[in-house]
Nanobody, 117 residues
Framework: QVRLQESGPGLVKPSQMLSLTCTVS?????????WSWIRQSPGKGLEWMGT???????FLSLSFESRTSISRDTSKNQLFLQLNSVTPEDTAVYYC??????????WGQGTQVTVSS
C-alpha cells in the first residue's frame, strides 16, 4: 500500500520561504519511479512544479526553477519542496505524487498553503 503525506505550514508571509515535506510509505523513493510536486491554485488547473527521479536527479519546470528546489532524504524516505520569495499568487493546494512514465498513480491528499500578510 503506497501512501504519500504532505506536511508543512498552512500560512506563510509574502517574500518568505515555503518548505514542504512529503513522507512516503509502502514504496522506496530510490526505486523505479519518479516523485513529483504539483500544485493547484484557485481558479486554475494543475501545475507541475518539478520531479526528482529514483536516482536523485531533479527536473524543474521552467516556470519555477529560478526559485524552487526539490530534494530528498533517502534514510527517511521523504521528499522536500522549497519555494522561495513567495507571493499571494503562490496560494494553492500542494501535492506530492508518484510518477510512472506519463501518469501519476499515487497522490497525497494535498496540503493547503496560503500566502498572506
Amino acid at each position: 500500500q503506497v501512501r504519500l503525506q504532505e506536511s508543512g505550514p498552512g500560512l506563510v508571509k509574502p517574500s518568505q520561504m515555503l518548505s514542504l515535506t512529503c513522507t512516503v510509505s509502502g514504496a522506496l523513493i530510490t526505486k523505479t519511479y519518479a516523485w513529483s510536486w504539483i500544485r493547484q491554485s484557485p481558479g486554475k488547473g494543475l501545475e507541475w512544479m518539478g520531479t526528482i527521479n529514483w536516482d536523485g536527479d531533479p527536473f524543474l519546470s521552467l516556470s519555477f526553477e529560478s526559485r524552487t528546489s526539490i530534494s530528498r532524504d533517502t534514510s527517511k524516505n521523504q521528499l522536500f519542496l522549497q519555494l522561495n520569495s513567495v507571493t499571494p499568487e503562490d496560494t494553492a493546494v500542494y501535492y506530492c505524487a508518484r510518477a510512472g512514465g506519463m501518469m501519476y498513480d499515487y497522490w497525497g491528499q494535498g496540503t493547503q498553503v496560503t500566502v498572506s500578510s
